[in-house]
């Protein structure tokens, strides 16, 4: 099939940027998207003009590096989907696609179509962990964990840390990626003894770290390539009110 | 040169213990005057960076991604093995020892098997500790599945996440360690030098990946955990980033490159589609729990669907061959009947590359919730690549090239023959001998980076004058230099062929020639080739675009030119290798059946190979392996 490209271009953070428009003539629908951008990349390559940057690693939908808004949904609006699993055949001949970068004033953009996410590790390094030390831990099955504990702490720790949450988010909050470590470890008897200084520090690095608060919109779910749910802002907020009430 | 591994004597039970009471401390209050430099953060290199902060020394670490959580590590499906023996079904550290022993073919050190297998119950523990949420019965108990090459339950999972959360887990006892101050992370930086002061590993050479910039960094020991190299086939199933660069820059300072022919080529991945795929993807091994393997018995069946071809008109092959391991022969002898088939021309689906992967009599028997909760991401997966349900009909499989077991060459310690350059994980050569066993690199990362580095660079640094060397050294700037005349060549040249289009050329020939299958014919093949394609790449690639910003082009540039040479030693240690074992498969050596031949009169060694310069022979150095504690056997699954 045949497209047209409209893709944001900006040469560092303080260009201006703007979308320019390119043809892929040439599109199986067995490709992936990345792998339709690597054909355009080509082309530009040979022709010796700079090519177009975009965050990439795995390829498999797990690393969490892809971060592509196309047609106006970060990672393209296929559920459960990253940009690197997207295929093409989710589009037909003649469409117009419009890729841009994740847009939050906390993910400053560093070429075209890769954005700095550094935030995400500040709200990480704030409290995302329980604080044990190298050895010296009890047996694994020391402690039994309910099945159902275990299996909802899992759906949280599911997050790759992409940020889609944050980018469909009008108010650029981080509050699913957030709450997806707070939840995840608050449920599990190993996390339980730090959940309330967990709580307090993660959401203060996130408001500290230019994220906005949550208003229920719901967004960050529906773009979300791992189905976080929104049940776990909710936790989040227990927890939070849990940890004001002493 | 014979080199010495330096492993522990005496019986091996308490080998690990004995070295490490013997091996020397450093004093608490001295930890934080050494520099550490950990150049990756995957389970290895995330696990040792953190622990090593925990202990108090001064830890930088380094990664080419915008996150330390995303290293390649994360990608790791099935699970981690370890000798709990929690469902009293016959596991000991002995046979975890054993199956490795066994499974790698016979050509791995015994002493660091043995502490590997000592240690992954302690991985476990760990990783409870952590908060990583493994699977667990309905009693609260963690869970357990079978893996290849193993008659007991002894592998942990985390959904078909396993890697996910493991890496998590270490990520997060790294980022508490950032807020701690003890280590210092360096995101989107790509190491280019290994700096060697006097025969010693000094520090290193990298560039900052955002605006260009070559820095120097010193450190009192270097880390690497830099992963493996299979990209030099191309395709493959690792990450776009993952390269030889930060091992080989190693190498081209000293490091002996051990075993670089021992690649592993997995059993279950998605077929290829066409010409301009950019990566394989792979689905776990734990599959075959469940799924059946086979193909049609007649070559005319082979176009049919597969619904359409009777019971008795089907191959099960690998439990054909393999009675009493069945779906879950070795990763090695199940890719390599695999292609036997497609070689005979019963292959399916496009260009006759594939096999199928039935799960419809374990659906049958399990029903469809039960194979959807043990496997529903990766059937998932299954169909946004190919649009096929494999609920509803076999899924199509074929081996990709997907792990390496060679590595830069360490001695039990870790540590290279570069005093003060350490490797861990799959950068390293150590403990996967030819052919390692699924659910076995989360293990050997972890292990590595929480519960061997820390005593054994210890045994180093209580040696050595913290800060004796600095970035202030001429070495340094010599280093820098010189990387940044490569990458001014490299920009220069302005030729007619991208970087990618040259490194599919490179992997179609490791594929074709270097493969599953090598001949001394097909080696001497390579061997020609590779030096012609490298000459043109450094005399017509084109990279655009200029050091002085992100620059992907550039960075895909310079691995690809470390692939090339890199190239050359992988193949020439195929050739030298005159047996087949584990993933290194020789068609001269092979039984009448087509099962693998080894030779252990003349190479029971670890092969590690000299770099000797672009274009020079490299110089082999050998270390025997002695086995006292397993018998060298012929290595068989029927």
């Known amino acids: 099939m045949k497209l047209k490209l409209h893709v944001w271009r900006q040469n560092g953070p303080n260009d201006k940027g703007r979308m320019e428009v390119y043809d892929a003539p040439d599109v199986s629908p067995d490709q992936s998207f990345l792998e339709m951008l690597d054909d355009v990349n080509l082309v530009l390559a040979r022709q010796g003009k700079d090519v177009i940057a975009f965050d990439h690693d795995c390829r498999e939908g797990i690393c969490g590096m892809c971060s592509q808004v196309i047609n106006g949904v970060p990672h393209g609006g296929q559920e459960r989907t990253t940009v690197c699993q997207l295929h093409m055949r989710e589009f037909k001949d003649g469409d117009e696609i419009f890729i841009e970068p994740w847009k939050a004033r906390a993910f400053p953009v560093i070429k075209d179509l890769v954005v700095d996410r550094g935030g995400l590790e500040k709200i990480m390094q704030a409290g995302g962990y329980t604080s044990c030390h190298t050895g010296g831990v009890a047996d694994g099955n020391a402690l039994p964990i309910g099945k159902d504990i275990a299996d909802y702490s899992m759906d949280a720790a599911e997050c790759i840390g992409c940020g889609a949450c944050v980018a469909a988010c009008p108010n650029s909050s981080a509050m699913l990626y957030t709450s997806a470590k707070v939840a995840q470890l608050a449920v599990l008897p190993q996390g339980k003894v730090e959940a309330h200084r967990r709580v307090m520090a993660m959401t203060e690095a996130a408001t500290e770290h230019g994220f906005g608060n949550c208003s229920n919109h719901y967004e960050c779910q529906a773009s979300c390539p791992k189905g976080i749910d929104v049940k776990f802002i909710a936790k989040l907020n227990r927890e939070y009110m849990k940890a004001l009430i002493p | ?638």
């Not at chain 2, 960076?49 to 290293?71: I, K, M, P, T, W």
């Not at chain 2, 734990?286 to 069946?301: A, F, I, Q, T, Y």
């Not at chain 2, 076995?440 to 640094?461: C, E, K, N, R």
Request: charged content about 25%; some cysteine.
């Open chain 2, 1 to 638: 040169m014979i080199l010495d591994g330096k492993c522990p004597t005496g019986p091996i039970e308490t080998s690990w213990d004995r070295h490490r009471f013997e091996s020397k401390l450093v004093n608490p209050s001295n930890k934080r005057k050494f520099k550490i430099l950990c150049v990756g953060t995957g389970l290895a290199g995330g696990a040792a960076a953190a622990s090593l902060g925990e202990l108090g020394y001064n830890v930088h670490a380094f990664c080419y991604q915008d996150s330390a959580r995303r290293a390649h590590s994360i990608a790791a499906q099935g699970g981690i093995n370890a000798a709990k023996n929690y469902p009293n079904d016959g596991d000991s550290i002995y046979r975890l020892f054993y199956d490795t022993i066994k499974g790698g073919d016979f050509r791995a050190r015994e002493a660091d098997v043995w502490r590997l297998s000592q240690v992954s119950n302690n991985i476990i523990d760990q990783c409870v500790a952590q908060g990583v949420p493994f699977a667990r019965d309905y009693a609260g108990y963690l869970d357990n599945r079978s893996f290849g090459g193993a008659q007991v339950s002894r592998t942990f999972f985390a959904r078909g996440q396993t890697g996910q959360q493991l890496l998590l887990g270490a990520y997060s006892a790294l980022s508490r360690q950032v807020k701690a101050g003890t280590v210092t992370l360096h995101e989107r930086r790509e190491m280019l030098d290994l700096v060697v002061v006097d025969g010693v590993a000094r520090g290193i050479t990298c560039r900052n990946m955002v605006t260009g910039a070559i820095e120097s960094h010193w450190g009192d020991a270097v880390i690497l955990a830099t992963g493996g190299y299979v990209n030099v086939f191309y395709l493959s199933t690792n990450a776009m980033g993952c390269s030889v660069t930060a091992a080989w820059k190693a190498a081209r300072k000293g490091a002996y490159m051990a075993n670089p022919c021992y690649t592993q080529i997995h059993p279950t991945c998605i077929p290829q589609h066409g010409e301009h795929q950019s990566k394989l993807t792979l689905m776990s091994e734990s599959l075959r729990n469940d799924g059946r393997c086979w193909v049609p018995k007649k070559v005319e069946d082979c176009e049919r669907p597969p619904g359409q071809i009777a019971e008795e008109d089907r191959d099960y092959y690998l439990e054909r061959k393999y009675p009493s391991f069945g779906n879950l022969a070795p990763r090695d002898i199940a890719s390599r009947a695999a292609k036997e088939q497609c070689d005979d021309e019963r292959g399916v689906g496009p260009g006759k590359r594939g096999v199928y992967l039935d799960f419809a009599d374990s659906i049958k028997r399990l029903g469809e919730d039960t194979i959807r909760e043990r496997y529903g991401n990766l059937f998932e997966m299954y169909e946004k690549i190919t649009a096929e349900n494999g609920y509803k009909q076999p899924m199509r499989i074929y081996p990709a090239p997907h792990y390496a077991m060679g590595g830069l060459w360490v001695d039990y310690n870790c540590m290279s023959n570069v005093p003060g350059l350490f490797v861990l994980g799959e950068a390293n050569f150590s403990v996967h001998g030819a052919n390692r066993l699924g659910a076995s690199a989360l293990m050997q990362g972890l292990a590595d980076g929480y519960f061997v580095i820390p005593y054994t660079i210890a045994g180093y640094l209580a040696t050595v004058k913290p800060g004796a060397v600095k970035d202030d050294h001429a070495e340094f700037k010599k280093s820098a230099e010189e990387v940044k005349a490569n990458i001014d060549k490299l920009l220069s040249i302005n030729g007619t062929k991208t970087p990618s289009e040259y490194h599919r050329e490179l992997g179609k020939v490791m594929w074709e020639d270097v493969g599953m299958a090598r001949s001394k014919e097909s080696l001497e093949h390579a061997l020609k080739r590779i030096p012609e394609i490298r000459e043109e790449f450094w005399s017509n690639v084109k990279v655009v675009g200029s050091n002085d910003q992100f620059n992907q082009e550039l960075e895909n540039a310079g691995r690809l030119a470390d692939f090339f040479e890199f190239a050359e030693i992988l193949t020439k240690d195929a050739l030298n290798r005159e047996e087949s074992c584990g993933g290194h498969f020789r068609t001269e050596h092979q039984t009448e059946d087509g099962e693998a031949m080894r030779n252990d009169e003349d190479f029971c060694y670890v092969a590690a190979w000299e770099f000797k310069g672009t274009g020079v022979e490299p110089e082999l150095h050998k270390e025997p392996l002695k086995f006292e504690n397993v018998k060298l056997a012929v290595r068989s699954y029927k």
